[in-house]
Nanobody, 124 residues
Framework: VQLQASGGGLVQAGHSLSVSCAAS?????MGWFRQAPGKEREFVAA????????SYADSVRGRFTISRDNAKNTWYLQMNGLKPEDTAVYYC?????????????????????WGQGTLVTVSS
């Protein structure tokens, strides 16, 4: 499955931005990770194809919302109340080769497809 991320850009702190990811096929779990300069890639959020199960990193819970449109094989990340520390390259990730347990959703190795990344810059 191939993933194509879009969105991102430059925004002032406190403002909102949305990124999206389109997949060429079905994915059981759809996730977002981010990587800031000089830091490791970190989990942001994930949602199940079947719906109902969603996971957020503590750093974004209450500010970010992940959603999906199964008919379009697309998922979204709505980011509100952005902070300068949210600045990073955001990567979408998909798990298409079988299911993965909820507790493993935050592990990069749980995903077998990755988008190219889109830069989100939050200015103070």
């Amino acid at each position: 499955v191939q993933l194509q991320a879009s969105g991102g850009g430059l925004v002032q702190a406190g403002h909102s931005l949305s990124v999206s990811c389109a997949a060429s096929g079905r994915t059981y779990v759809m996730g977002w990770f981010r990587q800031a300069p000089g830091k490791e890639r970190e989990f942001v959020a994930a949602i199940a194809w079947s719906g109902g199960s969603i996971s957020y990193a503590d750093s974004v819970r209450g500010r970010f919302t992940i959603s999906r449109d199964n008919a379009k094989n697309t998922w979204y990340l709505q980011m509100n109340g952005l902070k300068p520390e949210d600045t990073a390259v955001y990567y979408c990730a998909g798990r298409s080769t079988g299911r993965v347990v909820f507790s493993a959703w935050s592990w990069p190795r749980s995903y077998d497809s990755w988008g190219q990344g889109t830069l989100v810059t939050v200015s103070s």
